[in-house]
């Protein structure tokens, strides 16, 4: 039998060998030692994401790297979901979040991340993908009466379009009712401030004790 040890290190190598069946098994293995869930997403695939990551941003993977590894971590999580379920549904709904990736913005290798790590946290997490259209989360947010309308953006050219969040969510009536957080790669603190929005997320972890305070 694996030790715990063993089965979150054979995680971390199925998504840094982008190897889907893999991750799928390692987490069905897990599972069956009684390993959480949360730990093993957090150290195994989390972990591996933010190696590939690191590694595309030094140009020593490229996109198509970057997509494999999500889909393995994608194909792991799917595993895990009817166990994450029902510790979400275990601990009190702590709000409602609207997520997606930025109109013209393809990457969703961060926000994935931290739509799982929501979840997980007990937060009830609407993703609307990636390339979301601005008056995707203004409708998304009034239908479900959002707590918080999250973007990321992963290129500079695509972070402008946060601005038009905060603009909408305003047209709209609504950006006095919900918080907004922004996030990604070129996305600071600094341009969090300058364009109004509520809370800047750093990382998956940064931005669950932040909802978690705000919660």
Do not use: C
Request: proline letters at 2%; a negative charge.
């Amino acid at each position: 039998m694996a030790t715990k040890e063993q089965i979150i290190a054979k995680a971390k190598e199925a998504i840094l060998d982008f190897d889907e069946d893999v991750a799928a098994e390692v987490a069905q293995e897990a599972l069956d030692a009684g390993v959480s869930p949360v730990e093993l997403i957090e150290d195994g695939f989390t972990a591996a994401m933010t190696e590939v990551g690191e590694q595309f941003e030094a140009g020593t993977l490229f996109l198509p790297h970057v997509i494999a590894a999500s889909e393995a971590m994608s194909a792991g999580v799917t595993v895990l979901t009817p166990e994450l379920e029902k510790l979400a549904t275990e601990t009190k709904s702590k709000g409602k979040i609207v997520i997606g990736t930025i109109e013209g913005d393809i990457h969703s290798i961060g926000k994935d991340i931290v739509a799982t790590m929501l979840k997980i946290a007990g937060f009830k997490v609407v993703d609307l993908g990636r390339d979301v259209p601005i008056t995707s989360y203004v409708e998304k947010a009034k239908e479900i009466k959002a707590d918080v309308v999250a973007s990321s953006a992963l290129m500079t050219t695509t972070m402008v379009n946060q601005i038009q969040i905060e603009e909408q969510l305003k047209e709209a009536g609504i950006r006095d009712s919900l918080k907004t957080m922004v996030g990604g790669a070129p996305v600071t603190q600094d341009w969090a401030t300058k364009i109004g929005a509520d809370i800047y997320g750093e990382n998956a972890t940064d931005v669950v004790t932040k909802l978690n305070a705000l919660f």
